[in-house]
């Protein structure tokens, strides 16, 4: 994420009209030996150990977290509290007390959590057709994010795959994403029922969550989040199905959205993938013409982009630390659900 992000700071004014002098100041790790090859590279002028005296610097204006999600929390915070702009990576923190805390300690603040995938050109259209009434009344949304590097046995444990460090497994790292876009896409979830399992003999994370789960608008849906996919590297992919039409989206096809027009004559209907990009697409202005496809890190410029134009004029950004807490209450009633094995009502606010 250091890089991702580094790379959307660096680049974010060669696509977006951005209204700041931005300076990327100061890179700050846990790894000394590390951070001054990163910092060279990607033009930071300082590097720091000590994130506690850097968010206490009068120089420093933006602070943006990219540590184990157990400091999430504690860095946010300390850092709103010295004044600073705060972006912060998902999930926004470990647990519901967290994640209200966080919000509280950033409201009326500009502040953001790196849900990057809504600024995917075809998620965004998604949206956009959501919201214009194409699909009509919902019936189905299903979300899956796939990989499969927990079945790698070359690639040694890292702070993810422990929760003293990660607070959680795939549920935190990749059904958060899920979990952001249908609220997003879909409306806020009723109540869910949820399984994780465990592969890696004396892991103490999930490697795999399963959940089935009723919306507030009356459509049903399934997430599926696993690190044990095998022939998938980063299905990060949803549908939903609507009496007039559906739409589909995988990130491994990122420049692609789905869609069937249920309202065409019955015998010429058929699902087509819409190349995106077209004029008058979302960010067809900022980035590379139709066919000269967008990638991922595409998404965290196009992310830090909209955060600053939307601060610049005063306005509210989304997603920010509240729609970041509102994904953690979903994560805790999974996590209930799972213990439980029974249904659980997913809280709106606390």
Same mark, same amino acid.
């Given at each position: 994420?250091? =890089?991702?992000?580094?790379?959307?700071?660096?680049?974010?004014?060669?696509?977006?009209?951005?209204?700041?002098?931005?300076?990327?100041?100061?890179?700050?790790?846990?790894?000394?030996?590390?951070?001054?090859?990163?910092?060279?590279?990607?033009?930071?002028?300082?590097?720091?150990?000590?994130?506690?005296?850097?968010?206490?610097?009068?120089?420093?204006?933006?602070?943006?977290?990219?540590?184990?999600?157990?400091?999430?929390?504690?860095?946010?915070?300390?850092?709103?509290?010295?004044?600073?702009?705060?972006?912060?990576?998902?999930?926004?923190?470990?647990?519901?007390?967290?994640?209200? =805390?966080?919000?509280?300690?950033?409201?009326?603040?500009?502040?953001?959590?790196?849900?990057?995938? =809504?600024?995917?050109?075809?998620?965004?259209?998604?949206?956009?057709?959501?919201?214009?009434?194409?699909?009509?009344?919902?019936?189905?949304?299903?979300?899956?994010?796939?990989?499969?590097?927990?079945?790698?046995?070359?690639?040694?444990?890292?702070?993810?795959?422990?929760?003293?460090?990660?607070?959680?497994?795939?549920?935190?790292?990749?059904?958060?994403?899920?979990?952001?876009?249908?609220?997003?896409?879909?409306?806020?979830?009723?109540?869910?029922?949820?399984?994780?399992?465990?592969?890696?003999?004396?892991?103490?994370?999930?490697?795999?969550?399963?959940?089935?789960?009723?919306?507030? #608008? /009356?459509?049903?849906?399934?997430?599926?989040?696993?690190?044990?996919?095998?022939?998938?590297?980063?299905? #990060?992919?949803?549908?939903?199905?609507?009496?007039?039409?559906?739409?589909?989206?995988?990130?491994?096809?990122?420049?692609?959205?789905?869609?069937?027009?249920?309202?065409?004559?019955?015998?010429?209907?058929?699902?087509?993938?819409?190349?995106?990009?077209?004029?008058?697409?979302?960010?067809?202005?900022?980035?590379?013409?139709? /066919?000269?496809?967008?990638?991922?890190?595409?998404?965290?410029?196009?992310?830090?982009?909209?955060?600053?134009?939307?601060?610049?004029?005063?306005?509210?950004?989304?997603?920010?630390?509240?729609?970041?807490?509102?994904?953690?209450?979903?994560?805790?009633?999974?996590?209930?659900?799972?213990?439980?094995?029974?249904?659980?009502?997913?809280?709106?606010?606390?």
């Amino acid at each position: 994420m250091g =890089r991702a992000h580094s790379n959307a700071w660096r680049q974010v004014a060669h696509y977006f009209d951005v209204p700041y002098a931005i300076e990327t100041s100061l890179l700050c790790g846990r790894n000394a030996d590390g951070l001054g090859k990163m910092a060279s590279r990607w033009g930071w002028r300082e590097t720091s150990t000590d994130w506690r005296e850097v968010v206490g610097r009068a120089d420093i204006d933006v602070v943006d977290v990219a540590v184990p999600n157990i400091l999430h929390a504690e860095v946010a915070i300390a850092a709103a509290e010295a004044g600073k702009i705060v972006l912060c990576e998902k999930p926004l923190g470990i647990s519901t007390e967290e994640t209200s =805390r966080m919000a509280a300690a950033v409201s009326g603040k500009p502040n953001m959590v790196w849900f990057n995938y =809504r600024r995917v050109p075809a998620v965004a259209l998604a949206k956009r057709m959501v919201d214009e009434g194409k699909l009509g009344r919902v019936f189905h949304y299903r979300a899956q994010y796939l990989q499969e590097w927990g079945n790698d046995p070359t690639r040694p444990p890292n702070w993810k795959t422990s929760r003293a460090e990660a607070g959680s497994g795939v549920v935190g790292d990749l059904m958060t994403h899920s979990l952001d876009l249908a609220l997003w896409l879909n409306g806020p979830l009723r109540e869910v029922m949820a399984m994780q399992h465990t592969f890696a003999a004396g892991r103490d994370i999930d490697d795999a969550t399963l959940v089935m789960a009723r919306f507030a #608008n /009356g459509s049903i849906g399934s997430f599926e989040a696993t690190r044990y996919a095998t022939g998938y590297r980063n299905r #990060n992919a949803f549908e939903i199905h609507g009496e007039h039409g559906a739409l589909g989206f995988d990130l491994e096809d990122l420049t692609r959205l789905t869609w069937f027009d249920a309202t065409e004559p019955r015998d010429m209907q058929a699902a087509k993938k819409m190349l995106v990009g077209a004029a008058g697409h979302p960010y067809a202005g900022n980035f590379w013409k139709l /066919g000269h496809v967008t990638g991922y890190e595409h998404t965290f410029i196009a992310a830090l982009g909209d955060f600053l134009g939307a601060m610049s004029r005063g306005e509210k950004f989304e997603p920010g630390f509240s729609e970041g807490h509102r994904v953690q209450l979903a994560v805790r009633a999974i996590e209930k659900s799972a213990e439980s094995g029974g249904w659980v009502t997913v809280d709106q606010d606390e």
